[in-house]
């Protein structure tokens, strides 16, 4: 008898602890297949593509909201904005732009830091076009806000307080403005010389620090998001040039990385890394070129970049892991562990 009890509590309490080990976590990518219309899922673990997800036309632009349950895609082909439930990996909702005039189709999207907030820019194939910024609020699925942002919309980034939403007017100006009240704050200062070509921004998570790129020019300015000051100018190394455009920082703030297109025959297509801490150029990852998509996983571990194929790199070291082809154009693209 004595035994026997024994033998039960050591099974009750073996079934005590599994009841109490969460399940382990799988990581997939959801990438933005713009040619198709659909949001690919993928596991990296396997390297398979294990679903696509059918939104609007030319899906481009992909964000999450707070809790990585909603899946905002901004469709470019038209006005509209697709929310995927990622628990079903189905579209849900469909919001469409309040759009009165022609020529207009959804454009650049970026969520604030907490993911209770999208910001979508308004696009047109006119670059003399005054456009607007609509704000969505993700808690209730829908569009709160808008107001009018400048032309040529190519970039929007938020500050690391919250507080300000930067608008890239390409080739014009950086504007500035207030999250609260969607008040204009002014603009930033550009490279002397190269205003004409500036293009993207992107802003620290953990610091008053972002970083505007200049295409051809090959220099990206450090800006203090606190004072809204230039605090320096990288020049990018000679092998690393290109044309700069977009930027993304990795959740901890550590690394900034700036998709980079050859110019020319003896340049590179692929992402220049930033070390944030010293403002420099530390590596260029030999990817190809690179439309949109880069994503970052929660414990700054690895980098996810999307060229012809999904390639990913192990940030500890900066080095290629291993590649998935889509047979696809592939826009942007979010890591999300469930």
Partial sequence: MKQFLTTFALLFLTLL???DVAPAQKTYVYA???DEGNIAVVDPESSRLVQRIQVGR????????ADKSRLYVSNTGDITVSIVDLAENREVQVLRLPVNRRGINAGVMIRNWEGTRMFVAERSDDPARDLRVYVIDTQKENIINQFDAGTNISALAVSSDGSKLYVVNKGSAVRVFDTQNFQPLGTLPLVPGFGDRVFGIACSPTQDLA????G????IQAINTATNKEIGVIDVPKYQTGIQRHISFSPDGKYAFVLNNKDSFKEID???VIDASKNEIIKLFNSGQVLLGITVTDDAKTCYVASSDLKWYNILTLEHIRSISLRTTIGGIVVVER
């Fill in 32 to 34: 933005a297949l713009t």
């Fill in 216 to 219: 051809s020019a090959n220099k």
């Fill in 270 to 272: 692929g992402v220049n």
């Fill in 211 to 214: 970083y505007v790129s200049y």
């Fill in 58 to 65: 030319d899906p481009l632009y992909v964000a999450l909201n």
């Fill in 17 to 19: 602890l599994l009841h």
